[in-house]
């Protein structure tokens, strides 16, 4: 059993084989109970439940987002986000009124390189009755060493401890895989309240950056466009709306400096994307910049033109 806060070498895996198939993991405990709910697992801990980590420090950040790479060698870019902005205007008569309204802001920034994420998943499985939360199946060998390290330090970041499994893995039960990446919603105008919840509870405090998200979730209800799923874990953040007029699937993520992807995947399909594979050029159908220009994209795109 590894316990430690990380680890930088394989130096904890003399005692497997080159070429051996592994498993990393830990036993749920109760006193891990608490880590795996955490980690984004429902409070029954069925076997067969699957997620990508929630993010709460460098390594599960780097496991669902991947690594930002700073290009310091090229010239610097521009880049932008929208916020609410409140000035004094002059109405004449020495006297002003206080004006609310939407700017873009720019700024400049090194040019940077987003890496793939490793997208590593955590499993519920089962031995005799006891439950593990352990990866997929790595191969012990050199070149998988990256691997190896970062699903072992993915695990020490939520559970302190990390375990190593071999051939005794053959004896748990193979369960059918219950993805957890996604809560599915009901219809209902009640969905909208939800909707505004979530982005109070992931986006950072600043009332500037909150209304802006609040205003482009009214667009879409607006536009006929449903709220359909809302991430979990790793995938904490994303929105899912369905436009039934173009069958167009609509990613959301308030967070500053994102963008809204367009898919044109049916749900089961999209479901299953990792968040690599949704960020990816390969997959999204358009990618609209948070921007002035945004609820105008949107339509445009609605209408095809």
């Known amino acids: 059993m590894i316990e430690k806060k990380r680890i930088r070498s394989l130096n904890y895996f003399s005692v497997v084989n080159e070429g051996e198939d592994i498993y990393l993991g830990v036993q749920i405990t109760e006193g891990q109970y608490e880590n795996a709910w955490k980690c984004g697992f429902t409070k029954d801990l069925n076997i067969g439940e699957s997620i990508l980590p929630a993010c709460i420090g460098a390594v599960t950040r780097r496991n669902a987002n991947g690594d930002t790479i700073l290009l310091r060698d090229l010239p610097m870019e521009e880049y932008g986000y929208t916020i609410e902005w409140t000035r004094k205007q002059w109405i004449g008569g020495g006297e002003t009124e206080e ?25 519920i499985v089962e031995s005799d009755g006891i439950k593990f939360l352990v990866s997929d199946k790595i191969t012990y060998n050199e070149s998988n060493s990256d691997e190896i390290i970062h699903t072992t330090n993915l695990i020490l970041e939520h559970f302190k401890e990390c375990g190593i499994y071999n051939s005794k893995l053959k004896q748990f039960i193979k369960p059918e895989v219950k993805r957890l990446d996604w809560t599915i919603l009901p219809e209902g105008e009640e969905i909208w309240t939800k909707a505004h919840e979530y982005v109070d509870l992931v986006v950072r405090p600043a009332k500037n950056r909150k209304s802006i998200t609040h205003e482009r979730i009214n667009i879409l209800k607006k536009l006929s466009l ?80």
């Open 99 to 123: 004006v609310t309204g939407y700017v873009d802001i720019t700024r400049k920034r090194y040019q940077r390189e987003q890496t793939v994420p490793y997208n590593k998943y955590l499993t």
């Open 226 to 305: 449903k709220l359909i799923a809302i991430g979990n874990a790793g995938f904490n953040g994303y929105m899912v709306f369905r436009h039934d007029g173009t069958n167009l699937f609509f990613m959301e993520n308030p967070r500053i400096n994102n963008a809204t992807y367009v898919f044109n995947a049916n749900w089961e399909k999209l479901s299953m994307l990792t968040k690599g594979e949704i960020i990816s050029n390969k997959y999204f159908y358009d990618r609209i910049i948070h921007s002035l220009k945004w609820e105008e994209n949107v339509i445009s795109l609605l209408s095809g033109k």
